[in-house]
């Protein structure tokens, strides 16, 4: 069955620092794998994404890394702040499928 | 303003009594799906739409249905609601398939 599986389930990150969530999935034909963002009371807004023929992409202070070898990719949050504070859901589809969500990560950033 | 926009925003209502949740998109989008999110389950997938008169069922269709009749709307259909479909809802719509989703404000559906 493809899976995408997302750890850690919540997080709390001091002003400042550095968040990382982390997604693993299995189906190596997936070639599309988005980040989305959602605060409370919104739908989820897509924040970033990355196909598998880069290792990186960074958009201010948020970057995914991305290893194909491993079938994992990460999304890290520089600088967090507590604006930044939101559930975040990673994803993963191949030309074709649906996206396939991951469980969630409830981001806490303390100030 | 581009927008996908969904009504009722809450509803509370009782096994048995069929509801509509209704989807309306202004972006000329092809693609709209629904989806659910239950706490530690994520977002589901419910149904989709490629096109209009084009739907398929997506990972948790049971109890639930769908038409595309236009291409800006895409309603969901409880027949006969039961408790387990109490959950928060919510429609998105994409230019292009599935890649970027443009998700609505959510629908909070209570079903006693």
């Known amino acids: 069955q493809q899976q995408v599986k997302q750890s850690p389930q919540s997080l709390i990150v001091q002003k400042g620092g550095i968040s990382i969530i982390n997604c693993a999935y299995e189906?190596?034909?997936?070639?599309?794998f988005p980040w989305y963002q959602q605060f409370p009371g919104k739908g989820p807004a897509l924040l970033i994404a990355i196909r598998p023929d880069v290792s990186e992409k960074k958009e201010g202070r948020f970057t995914i890394s991305f290893n194909k070898s491993a079938k994992q990719f990460s999304l890290h949050i520089m600088d967090s702040q507590p604006g930044d504070s939101a559930t975040y859901f990673c994803?993963?589809?191949?030309?074709?499928?649906?996206?396939?969500f991951g469980k969630g990560t409830t981001l806490s950033v303390s100030s | 303003e581009a927008q996908v926009t969904q009504n009722p925003r809450y509803l509370i209502t009782v096994t048995g009594k069929k509801l509509t949740v209704t989807c309306s998109q202004n972006?000329?989008?092809?693609?709209m799906s629904w989806y659910r999110q239950d706490p530690g389950l994520g977002l589901r997938q419910i149904y989709y739409s490629m096109n209009v008169e084009v739907t398929d069922k997506g990972d948790v269709p049971e109890g639930y249905k769908v038409s595309r009749k236009e291409k800006r709307n895409f309603p969901l259909i409880l027949e006969s609601p039961s408790p387990n479909q109490t959950s928060l809802y919510f429609c998105a719509s994409s230019p292009f398939g599935h890649g970027e989703l443009f998700f609505g404000e959510g629908s909070r559906l209570t079903v006693l």
């Open positions: 972006m000329n989008h092809e693609y």
């Open positions: 189906n190596t034909a997936f070639d599309y």
């Open positions: 994803a993963a589809s191949r030309a074709g499928t649906a996206l396939i």
